[in-house]
């Protein structure tokens, strides 16, 4: 055993929230006429995106708006869904994470229009998508994504939030944070030539990333089998699979039933091919395309009538005390009293902000922003989970490591 100062963990599902950083400041690009849809949030930090240039963010002023979603009051909610995408530097994560945006009409044509012009002047022409994710300077002059970025976009029946975990060896702890937070994880390979081995030997992150997703509770997987349109691969079935054969016993044995758990399709992130429209280039793929299978997929079994438990992902001051966090299970209204644990501090909840939309009530899957009363923003780890009173979470001070 080994010693340790009092936490706790959600006993109902066994998967112990590990994040740490994740401020959820946010910001929303307004749509143009010729796109439909919202407006995307990524978030970066309590800090913002003041690393930016400041020539850029004037130019960004006139595009990013706060804008919120209209919502009609009788609509149903839509069931959260949070998405993290993993898998070796390079494999394409974050270029599928923009093309997802703009093909659900979260950011507009526009602002992809400046995103690749700024790229061009920096010779990082096929970089320009995955800047719809990427808001810091650091990671656009890398093309890495350092921090876990994080975006919304929506299908008729889900609402998802991207997190779009880095891949570079040195960024694994923020990884882990993504993970943490995921229902779903998409495993983004590539299939050009050396790339994939690159990805996939020792040293690579694509087999470190599967296991870490697994370790986290991640239940299901989609494997993008990404880059299908390069010249080495030219959409070729045979390649296709050879990646497959490879990375299935690996899935296998970190515990993912290949049968159940997991998903293969053939993609291009850079230009967008089978992530929402069926391509030709690809006859002998007969699945849905990326977009309509996620809305496509089966209710995740949550419980709104379970114990509360919101595992906290951090923390701030903003007018008193601000704790954010995934409601794993539970449902949570405005001017309810929770306890803290493990230090069983009685709160009261004076505001809640779901995907950073006040409203009066949140259920299980949302990512929760709360105002609390009661307790002071020092005395909150995280970590720390919010429960009711009612039926608090198990704690202990040593554990028994496997």
Avoid at 112 to 125: C, F, I, S, W
Avoid at 168 to 195: T, Y
Avoid at 229 to 239: A, I, Q
Wanted: proline share 7%; hydrophobic share 35%.
């Amino acid at each position: 055993t080994m010693e340790m100062s009092e936490s706790s963990a959600p006993v109902e599902n066994g998967d112990a929230e590990m994040t740490t950083e994740e401020p959820w400041d946010q910001k929303e690009v307004e749509p143009s006429e010729e796109e439909p849809g919202g407006g995307v949030c990524v978030d970066r930090g309590p800090e913002g995106p003041d690393e930016t240039a400041p020539e850029m963010m004037e130019e960004e002023e006139e595009v990013l708006v706060p804008k919120v979603p209209p919502t009609q009051p009788d609509a149903p909610k839509k069931e959260h869904i949070n998405v993290v995408f993993i898998g070796h530097v390079d494999a394409g994560k974050s270029t599928i994470g923009g093309q997802i945006m703009y093909l659900t009409g979260m950011v507009d044509k526009r602002t992809l229009e400046k995103y690749e012009r700024e790229a061009k002047e920096k010779n990082r022409e096929t970089w320009y998508l995955s800047w719809a994710l990427d808001t810091n300077q650091e990671e656009r002059d890398k093309g890495k994504t350092v921090e876990v970025g994080r975006a919304y976009f929506e299908t008729d029946k889900k609402h998802f939030t991207i997190l779009d975990a880095p891949g570079h060896k040195s960024f694994v702890p923020n990884m882990i944070g993504g993970a943490s937070q995921a229902d779903l994880a998409v495993l983004v390979i590539s299939a050009r030539k050396g790339e994939f081995e690159t990805g996939f030997e020792k040293g690579g992150q694509t087999r470190e990333h599967a296991m870490l997703a697994k370790t986290a509770g991640v239940k299901h997987l989609i494997v993008l089998v990404n880059k299908m349109d390069d010249p080495t691969v030219n959409w070729s079935l045979e390649r296709y699979e050879e990646c497959k054969e490879k990375l299935v016993p690996f899935l296998k044995k970190v515990g993912f039933n290949p049968k159940k758990d997991i998903h293969f399709m053939p993609c291009s992130g850079l230009t967008g091919a089978n992530l929402k429209e069926p391509t030709n280039m690809c006859s002998w793929y007969t699945g849905l395309p990326f977009i309509p299978h996620l809305d496509s997929l089966p209710n995740f079994n949550r419980s709104s009538d379970g114990p509360v438990r919101l595992p906290i992902v951090d923390k701030y001051k903003d007018m008193g005390t601000v704790i954010l966090g995934k409601l794993e299970s539970g449902s949570i209204s405005k001017a309810q009293q929770l306890v803290m644990m493990p230090n069983r501090h009685v709160v009261e909840v004076l505001s809640l902000l779901s995907d950073d939309v006040e409203t009066d009530d949140a259920g299980p899957g949302e990512n929760l922003k709360l105002r609390l009363k009661g307790i002071e923003e020092e005395e909150i780890l995280p970590g720390f989970i919010l429960c009711n009173a009612e039926n608090l979470c198990h704690s202990g001070r040593t554990f028994d490591a496997q």
